[in-house]
């Protein structure tokens, strides 16, 4: 029998692709989505769009709302997506997002019998957040190991972060090889409500970066500008 994993997937070209990695691994993947309050829901139907693509044994999207409390330019109507580079943490940051995520997985997994989880954290071309390092997987990993009945029966509980080290274009590139169709996905921040890109925010700059450097031809949509 395959081994039931858990992917969170956003809908972006990083989540899309370690579901193509899980799969090819052999893994029964369980497609895990996201309504947080976000700015658009483009990346949610793009999440949906991948799933179908690779034939998921199941999808789920879960409401959370992290738009009540707010602090991010993700969540927050009143703050703008910079379309510059910033230095530090940006306003792009999600408080706690990750955390949030990987417990609901953590949730599923367990209920799936002990499931690995998959997640598309990178530490090379990210956008400086705390919660896409290793040490933060890591202390998440030990966090189940005490927090869930299969961690206390003792449970390996595996946290899979395939991207973690490799630059976009190596992800780009690993996913092309997998079958990943990334006209499918939506990266942008700030995505009209057709899944049409800005162009100028930073997860446009990296993913455009990420395929100029893999050789690869960009299938972005973009708004006219």
């Known amino acids: 029998m395959m081994k039931p994993a858990v992917i969170l997937l956003s809908g972006g070209l990083d989540s899309a692709t370690v579901l193509a990695i899980a ?3 052999g893994y029964e993947c369980h497609a895990l989505s996201f309504d ?6 483009a990346e949610l139907a ?12 199941d999808r789920k999207l879960i409401r959370i709302g992290l738009d009540a409390i707010g602090g991010s330019a993700l969540t927050d109507a009143n703050i703008a997506v910079p379309d510059h580079p910033q230095a530090g943490i940006p306003v792009t940051y999600v408080p706690a997002r990750n955390t949030v995520f990987l417990s609901f997985a953590l949730g599923w997994a367990e209920v799936l ?13 990210y956008s400086g957040y705390p919660d896409c390092r290793p040490e933060y997987i890591e202390a998440f990993r030990n966090l189940a190991k005490l927090a869930t009945k299969a961690g206390v029966e003792g449970a390996d509980i595996h946290i899979h972060t395939p991207l973690i080290q490799l630059s976009k274009a190596e992800i780009i590139q690993q996913g092309v090889a997998l079958g990943v169709d990334y006209a499918l996905t939506v990266s ?6 057709e899944g049409r890109a800005c162009g100028v925010c930073d997860a446009c700059r990296l993913r455009a ?5 893999a ?9 006219a500008r």
């Not at 947080?36 to 829901?41: A, F, I, L, V």
């Not at 793009?46 to 044994?57: I, L, M, N």
């Not at 970066?209 to 450097?213: D, K, L, Y």
């Open 46 to 57: 793009a999440a949906v769009r991948v799933a179908d693509h690779f034939g998921v044994a």
């Open 36 to 41: 947080y309050g976000q700015r658009h829901g």
């Open 209 to 213: 970066a990420g395929f100029r450097e």
């Open 215 to 223: 050789g690869v031809v960009d299938p972005t949509r973009y708004v």
């Open 188 to 193: 942008c921040y700030a995505a009209d409500p």
């Open 23 to 25: 799969q090819a691994q």
């Open 113 to 125: 019998g002990n499931a690995d989880i998959f997640i598309g954290v990178n530490a090379v071309d």
